[in-house]
């Protein structure tokens, strides 16, 4: 089992990023996004069940993040919109077997390799 992220970089505030993050072995019912800065916990992003009419966000990233996936593909996207130097961070790739959205970062089933993404003002 394997999640393969990409997508980071860097970007001026109020851009805009597109992370991918592919799976492969097997399918699973929750994927989601969590990001990490040095010296701080990581920290929940978006989460997004199979048939993705269930989406969270935390309250940092509502309104402009949004998270999809392709099920045919078995990869969930992140689209990150008006974004602010404080978005700087590693995003990592997560993945749940269970019926649960993956929220909890001591959780996980599998993460993916991180991406950075860097905002600069």
């Known amino acids: 089992v394997q999640l393969q992220a990409s997508g980071g970089g860097l970007v001026q505030a109020g851009g805009s990023l597109r992370l991918s993050c592919a799976a492969s072995g097997r399918t699973f019912y929750g994927m989601g996004w969590f990001r990490q800065v040095p010296g701080k916990e990581r920290e929940f992003v978006a989460g997004?069940?199979?048939?993705?009419?269930?989406?969270l966000y935390s309250d940092s990233v509502k309104g402009r993040f949004s998270i999809s996936r392709v099920n045919a593909e078995n990869t969930v996207y992140l689209q990150m919109n008006s974004l602010k130097p404080e978005d700087t961070a590693v995003y990592y790739c997560a993945a749940e077997t269970s019926y649960v959205l993956p929220t909890n970062p001591n959780g996980i089933d599998y993460w993916g390799q991180g991406t950075q993404v860097t905002v600069s003002s």
């Open positions: 997004i069940s199979w048939s993705g009419s269930n989406a």
